[in-house]
RNA sequence: GGACGCGUAGCUCAGCUGGAUAGAGCAACUGCCUUCUAAGCAGUAGGUCAGAGGUUCGAAUCCUCUCGCGUUCACCA
């Protein structure tokens, strides 16, 4: 029940009918693309504040107040008005009667699991792709955030009725692959009792590749080199993928990530997709064979003007257009990724998003350009950008280098903090921010910790009933009229804006929005709270009143409902007892 | 050099796709509480939204240019 929406729905009936009996002749379209119903940013203004008047003031050549005051009586019919006020440059405030906000409470406590329901996504499909971490080591800092933001969005918009594909693309491939394997293979022989000295520059010198090793060692014995070579890679590169994936996906697990779907890379190759494009590509006349200009800004004579088959990916707003195959006529990366984007075009059946990392924005457009030209612009792609994590210990940066093996692993910081930790810290910051991550900051139990903040207001709800000596489920909705203090209201005003979070967070593909509403929310609550020291008659729980304790434990009710909420669509547990 | 992103209070950041007097949290200053509902509370001050133009009823938000920072740029993956 988004109060705004509905009110919005009001205002554009209204629309209608003032067009009808004004005999004003406009055109409702641009107008009804701009109409706007929101709270107001200060609360003097009223309970929700429309422009429609100043929208009307160009096709009715009047003056926005003019048309405000026209306006005011179909506005004063609508359900529940208190108050109608034209107030600044042509703004309509609807200010609405007190019972709105007691009866609101009341339809959501009846409701407690679908109050906020909204059908934005209509059931539709949507494919989200995140984390896709490369195959040779375990997920660091870097991908948690990924991780953290492509999840929480995924339930996000499962929430508001999406159908969520969850997918991890594996890129078990390609030129990284050769050094893997021929990482693991050093630790075969190792196994094997040689000794390796040290793991050459440009390799893995992970110690969880050791755990290849023998496995290997253990299948084949001595003899391994024995086989063909191709034999050997294949062989080792299984191992070694279904070693390291294993590990990803247990962390992943530990992190609270479930993914839907994982999709090889190697698999896209040795398919027919790349001939599918091709095909697709030539058909539409987007291929040709040519040289590119060397970049501005680089030395022309260390540049290699060579013959390339390309993909007009300018055609669709990229700067260049793009290779599809190296000069020895394998594919390239850009290629087998089209293929894959087609792939997921062809299963999803929907809208596609991709969660990359910092250092992938330049790949952006030209994503956009082949899933535009592959689907015939029939299919959108967002690519949203996680910005870097800087690990930090009591605010000093945590210096990483793999070589020097203090290198922070995800595994390592869950369990040092805690997942739920993790999960809300990282989306603490828009995504394409980047974060400061202190380990001692974001465990620490005061209010300057968000997390601590949050859950403390939950666990203080939950608290307040054990006081009350009542169990939260035993509450009856009775007397919820009471609830007629200002503080009161204004926090059953914020908690009606919930729904409306909820929607602009999915629309916007920005699941922080969650978390600073949540922040907010504990932060009126806590003051509130924080009142009652000063002023018995503000308490929670008064003294020889029943009635008003009753009322006033339903709107506690109502920020632990609306906080766990938020929670669970970040995935945390929230905390009753601290 | 090009492309993309960023620039908001001393610091860290929000800002609802163009709305009203630009908001939080730290830090600072000023009080309050030395407790029981729980890890303090309340208040004050702090701004040319990098700068300059433009678009319009109206701009932190859109466009152009300038400055500063970052990322990125070939057949890598």
Redesign the pocket.
């Known amino acids: 029940m988004n109060i705004y929406k509905i009110y919005f729905n009001y205002i554009i009936e209204l629309l209608d009918k003032f067009k009808l009996e004004s005999k004003h002749n406009f055109d409702n379209s641009e107008i009804l693309k ?1 109409i ?1 119903l ?5 609360n ?3 309970d929700m ?1 429309t ?1 429609l008047a ?2 009307l ?2 096709s009715l050549k009047l003056n ?1 107040k003019e048309i405000a005051n026209k306006l005011k009586p179909y506005i004063l019919k609508l359900p529940n008005i208190a108050l109608v006020d034209i ?5 309509i ?1 609807i200010t609405l009667k007190q019972s709105t906000w007691s009866d609101f409470i009341k339809n959501m406590l009846l409701n407690p699991q679908n109050w906020d329901k909204q059908n934005i996504g209509k059931g539709q499909n949507i494919n989200l792709e995140y984390v896709s971490a ?1 195959p040779t080591g375990p997920l660091h800092a870097g991908h948690a955030r990924g991780a953290v933001f492509g999840d929480a969005l995924a339930s996000l918009l499962d929430e508001v009725g999406y159908k969520v594909i969850r997918e991890y693309y594996i ?1 078990d ?5 050769e050094k893997l394997v021929e990482s693991s293979l050093l630790r075969y022989d190792e196994c094997n009792g040689q000794d390796i000295k040290e793991i050459p520059n440009g390799l893995y010198p992970g110690e969880y590749l050791k755990d290849v090793g023998k496995q290997l060692f253990k299948k084949y014995g001595k003899n391994l080199k024995q086989k063909s070579k191709k034999d050997v890679f294949d062989l080792v590169r299984k191992v070694s993928i279904e070693v390291i994936m294993k590990m990803i996906k247990k962390d992943l697990s530990k992190l609270g990530v479930k993914m839907d779907v994982f999709t090889s ?1 190697k698999n896209i190759i040795s398919g027919n997709l790349l001939t599918d494009i091709l095909t697709l590509l030539e058909n539409k006349n987007l291929t040709y064979y040519g040289t ?1 200009d ?5 030395d022309p004579n ?3 003007k ?1 013959q ?1 088959f ?1 993909f007009k990916s300018s055609n669709f707003g990229d ?2 257009d ?2 599809l ?4 006529g ?1 594919w ?3 290629a087998t ?1 089209m293929a894959y984007h087609l792939d997921k075009i062809n299963r999803t059946n929907g809208d596609l998003i991709n969660v990359l990392g ?8 030209r994503i956009n350009a082949a899933v535009n030209a592959l689907s015939n612009g029939s299919i959108t792609i967002d690519t949203k950008v996680c910005a870097l994590v800087n690990l930090m210990e009591n605010g000093n940066p945590i210096k990483m280098s793999k070589r020097a093996g203090n290198f922070v692993t995800l595994s390592d910081i869950i369990d040092a903090v805690g997942k739920d930790v993790i999960r809300f810290i990282m989306l ?3 995504n ?5 991550f202190d380990f001692k900051k974001v465990t620490e ?4 910790n968000p997390v ?1 903040y949050v859950q ?1 207001a939950h ?2 709800c ?3 009933f ?2 009350a000596e009542i169990l939260e489920e035993n509450l009856s909705v009775e007397n919820i009229d009471l609830l007629s203090g200002n503080d009161e209201t204004e926090l059953i005003k914020f908690i009606s804006q919930w729904p ?1 979070t909820l929607e ?1 967070a999915a ?2 593909h ?1 699941p ?2 969650i978390c ?1 509403y949540l ?2 929310l504990s ?1 009126m609550f ?2 509130l ?6 002023n ?1 008659n ?4 008064v003294e020889n009143d029943v009635k008003l304790t009753n009322a006033r434990l339903l709107l506690v009710k109502a920020v632990a409902l609306t906080i766990r909420k938020g929670l669970s669509i970040l995935k945390i547990k929230p905390i009753f ?2």
Request: charged share 30%; glycine share 6%.
């Open positions: 701009k706007t929101e709270p107001p940013k200060n003097i203004n009223g504040s422009n100043m929208l003031s160009k926005p107030a600044g440059p042509g703004f405030n490369n890129n491939a390609g030129s990284q692959i890379e590119l060397p970049p501005k800004g680089i260390t540049w290699v060579r390339q390309l700067d260049l793009r290779a195959k190296k000069s020895d394998s390239t990366y850009f990724d910092a250092d992938h924005t330049g790949y952006i457009s603490t910051r828009r394409d921010q980047s974060l400061d139990k005061s209010k300057d601590f403390y666990a203080r939950n608290s307040i054990k006081s409306r602009l629309k916007n920005e922080h929005r600073y922040i907010e932060s806590h003051t709270w924080n009142k009652g020291k000063d018995l503000v308490k929670f729980i007892e601290m």
